[in-house]
């Protein structure tokens, strides 16, 4: 009996160019199912506010509230739970909705707390939302 020898050992190269193909397709089908103009931003108003200052010439109502490390949230003294402090914020809306909410944060508060409240505030329809 008489081996191939000469044909068990030759290897038929694997091509990249499917490969290739592939990569490019699922790149193009990302690419076109990406929506990258779509990117959520929140206004605010860095600068800082007084509770009861003029704010733009005119007296304006503002509400205070207060961000602690352990992730309270104080509405002038009082702890309140996400839910509470969008319906206190909708009911102060009712009777001035021009106010405005001024969110005073302690240094060690997380940055995702800060955009959770403010999330929470822009869901009660708050109008302006600052940091001091």
Avoid: C, N, Y
Wanted: glycine fraction near 4%.
């Amino acid at each position: 009996m008489r081996l191939d020898v000469a044909r068990r050992g030759r290897r038929h190269p694997i091509s990249l160019t499917p490969l290739i193909d592939v990569v490019f397709i699922l790149l193009l089908f990302f690419m076109l199912a990406s929506h990258f103009d779509q990117w959520r931003a929140l206004a605010l108003d860095a600068r800082g506010a007084k509770v009861g200052a003029a704010v733009s010439g005119e007296a304006r109502a503002a509400m205070l509230l207060r961000l602690h490390a352990d992730a309270r949230i104080d509405l002038s003294g009082e702890s309140l739970t996400p839910a509470q402090l969008e319906q206190r914020v909708e009911r102060a809306l009712e009777r001035d909705p021009e106010l405005v909410v001024v969110i005073q944060s302690a240094p060690e508060v997380e940055l995702q707390t800060i955009v959770s409240t403010i999330d929470h505030l822009v869901s009660a329809g708050a109008p302006e939302v600052r940091l001091q």
